[in-house]
């Protein structure tokens, strides 16, 4: 032990000697006091703003204690968290905070709508978010100025629009996926919370593959690598959009099966579990078979927030496919539906480019008012005009969709369960350390399903009147138990 402090003050007296000479800045010192024990982390990132920081600009802590837990006393675990993100990213990004605290990817409100009007509970408008949030100046018709925290469900009293047990499965079920929580620590689901849920690389298997040597490489529920970016690729979507309409899942082609494990590995044994199911493996999205990612469509504005409370994604959501392939009368644009430029689309040449924002890779886009027709296109897109009046480009180009029928949920109100939506003080106070933490304000529940289905996507008219595919799921079945008890089976 003091072979090893003595090495450790000889390279503290060495580094003093470099700051004299006003080769290294006083800062230095403090970030390499950390170095000292995470001798080869990687820099959290290359941008011009953010090279030169140390790591107690964004941790806190003590960078200048000789242990570990002196240090980590008062640290942030996650800096990007929404309970210290204020102090941490919101010094240099306050807009985009105080946006993302508005967002659906904050709110929920969506899901909680859904789920309450298909419980006959309440209207199709939102009243609900998973956290209560204002804003005094709604920006457009769309935006609404308030919405109140879901309530908690409690068994003792009568059931009622504010007492009832769809609440409770939202909570200890559904509502793992905001960027107040960290989500659940299994494969395919592991990610960090607020600003590092999207920033902060994760694999499936949640395993750090970076230079650390502090930290250990068969550890979960740690990300890639100590790196913040802006280049998000698709599986970090999907750590959270692989239930309710399963859009990521769907995009890289796969749904989820009645827990075969086939088609097999390369090794002859069962497909891992991803997101705690088993997957089936259809046909990709072609935008994601020619190279591209979500990024390279959704906007940051969706993604953060455009400063105003949306009740559903269809009111919050900027792209259309117009917006790339344009009309049977008109090219692109090169603009969003609501008229915000693409920052990766372009025209060259006389080509409609977009240029692949993790790759670099540019695809030219086939615009519709310039496509030769076949006799089955022409009648579809020409002969007909109501056809593209009167559909969603996906009515038709889906190949296949997600179906769940029949959504059997068990709930047992002797057993007493996390709650996605309530966490636990952290002992060593670090606010952003709220893994595994949860109160159990909510009980245990257990899914299951009828049966599921891709062939010949179901249609309806969606918000904006026109024919759309839709996505049936959440049916909810609601069973009650008390352990042993039966309070009701079934209940539709």
């Not at 044994?269 to 935008?287: C, D, F, R």
Request: net charge negative; with cysteine.
């Amino acid at each position: 032990m003091s072979s090893i402090l003595g090495d450790y003050m000889k390279r503290l007296l060495f580094l003093a000697v470099l700051v004299s000479l006003s080769i290294l800045p006083v800062s230095t010192i403090a970030a390499e006091k950390c170095l000292t024990c995470h001798e080869g982390i990687e820099r959290i990132s290359e941008a011009d703003d953010m090279k030169e920081l140390v790591c107690s600009d964004c941790h806190m802590g003590d960078p200048e204690a000789l242990t570990a837990e002196a240090a980590h006393r008062d640290m942030y675990a996650n800096p990007g968290d929404m309970n210290v993100v204020e102090e941490t990213c919101g010094q240099c990004h306050p807009d985009k905070v105080e946006n993302l605290r508005k967002s659906l990817h904050a709110t929920s409100a969506g899901i909680i709508s859904g789920a309450r009007y298909a419980q006959g509970v309440q209207d199709r408008k939102s009243i609900y978010a998973n956290f209560a949030v204002t804003d005094d100046k709604p920006g457009n018709d769309k935006a609404i100025k308030s919405l109140k925290q879901i309530p908690m469900y409690d068994p003792s009293k009568p059931e009622s629009p504010d007492n009832h047990l769809v609440d409770d499965y939202l909570r200890n079920q559904c509502l793992r996926c905001h960027v107040g929580s960290d989500g659940h620590q299994r494969d395919g689901d592991y990610r960090a919370s607020g600003c590092s849920a999207c920033h902060v690389i994760y694999s499936d298997a949640g395993t750090y593959e970076g230079g650390d040597k502090a930290i250990p490489k068969d550890q979960k529920d740690r990300p890639v690598a100590h790196r913040i970016t802006i280049k998000i690729p698709e599986i970090q979507c999907i750590h959270c959009h692989n239930r309710g309409g399963r859009t990521g899942v769907s995009f890289i082609g796969t749904m989820e099966s009645d827990a075969y494990g086939t088609p097999w590995t390369e090794s002859g044994g069962k497909q891992p579990k991803l997101h705690g199911k088993n997957y089936n493996y259809l046909s990709k999205n072609v935008h994601f078979e020619k190279g591209m990612t979500c990024i390279d469509c959704h906007t940051a504005q969706e993604l953060h927030g455009d400063g105003n409370i949306y009740g559903k994604k269809e009111d919050a959501v900027e792209i259309e496919c117009t917006d790339c392939h344009g009309t049977l009368k008109r090219r692109s644009t090169l603009k969003t539906s609501w008229g915000n430029p693409y920052s990766n689309l372009f025209e060259r040449d006389g080509k409609v480019i977009l240029m692949a924002k993790l790759t670099g890779r540019e695809h030219e886009v086939p615009q519709i008012s310039e496509i030769e027709y076949s006799n089955e296109g022409y009648a579809a897109m020409v002969a007909i005009e109501r056809h593209t009046e009167k559909l969603e480009c996906y009515a038709c180009h889906a190949r296949w969709a997600p179906q769940c029928y029949g959504c059997h949920a068990k709930q047992d109100i002797s057993k007493p369960s996390g709650d996605w939506l309530n966490y636990m003080e952290a002992a060593d106070k670090s606010k952003s350390n709220v893994k595994g933490n949860r109160e159990k304000t909510a009980f245990t529940w257990s899914e299951s399903r009828s049966y599921l289905r891709w062939e010949t996507p179901a249609l309806g008219i969606n918000d904006e009147g026109m024919v759309s595919t839709f996505i049936p799921g959440c049916q909810t079945i609601f069973t009650q138990m008390d352990g042993n008890r039966m309070i009701f089976s079934n209940r539709v």
